[in-house]
């Protein structure tokens, strides 16, 4: 195992436009997280799923973004209509229930135009 | 609402030298945790302190926790050009999905 798989890892898209990125945990980690970091800030929390339920939802997370998780597997974060304020780095996480070790992906850097 | 405050925000060290990081938070917390991130790369675990008066070393850096006063410090010792990072901690509660909450970063710069 590789570790927490992101993809794309750079995205440029024109304002307006939508815009979805992968993540692949480790395969164990029953729990998976995303969280957005902007320049000079640290991340901060979107989204959690245990399995496939989505548990928790950040007040960050506007009614443009959904992400999904099917089958408890690979997870995905769409943003619809994005706009300049998006442009961030966006982490995701796995951990496994039983420890309390957190390990992120490399992240998917989007810049909006 | 548990908040994470680092300082300093910024450290410029000379090689050779001992610095310390400080990390508060505002409401308890059952974990705290230190990343080191390099500029453009994700996050790497550094350390987990999961009680009060937890002690770990890794090298040159040494973490602990103190939770009576909601404090967790970073020490470097005898700091080298190859720390030059900047270094997160964060903390987490079990009552809120065990996500973490961030401070601002502490950006470590490493002159000779």
């Known amino acids: 195992d590789t570790g927490v798989s992101q993809n794309p890892r750079h995205k440029i898209t024109k304002r307006g436009q939508n815009v979805t990125f992968r993540c692949d945990p480790i395969?164990?980690?029953?729990?998976l997280y995303w969280y957005r970091q902007t320049l000079g800030q640290g991340p901060e929390f979107l989204t959690y799923?245990?399995?496939?339920?989505?548990?928790?939802k950040s007040r960050l997370l506007s009614d443009r973004f959904s992400a999904e998780r099917p089958k408890g597997s690979f997870s995905t974060l769409e943003i619809q209509r994005t706009e300049q304020g998006d442009s961030a780095m966006y982490l995701c996480a796995s951990s496994p229930s039983s420890t309390y070790g957190y390990t992120f992906g490399s992240g998917t850097r989007l810049t909006v135009v | 609402e548990l908040k994470v405050e680092q300082n300093p925000l910024f450290l410029s060290m000379q090689e050779g030298k001992n610095y310390t990081i400080y990390c508060n938070y505002s409401t308890t917390s059952d974990r705290l945790y230190w990343y080191r991130q390099d500029p453009g790369k994700s996050l790497e675990s550094l350390f987990v302190?999961?009680?009060?008066?937890a002690v770990k070393q890794e090298g040159r850096l040494m973490a602990s926790l103190d939770t009576k006063a909601r404090l967790s410090t970073l020490h470097i010792t005898a700091a080298v050009h190859d720390l030059s990072a900047t270094y997160f901690c964060?903390?987490?509660?079990?009552?809120?999905?065990?996500?973490?909450?961030f401070g601002t970063g502490t950006r470590l710069q490493v002159t000779l």
């Open positions: 799923f245990q399995n496939e339920a989505q548990l928790e």
């Open positions: 302190l999961l009680s009060n008066g």
């Open positions: 395969s164990e980690h029953n729990r």
């Open positions: 964060a903390a987490s509660n079990t009552g809120t999905a065990s996500k973490l909450t």
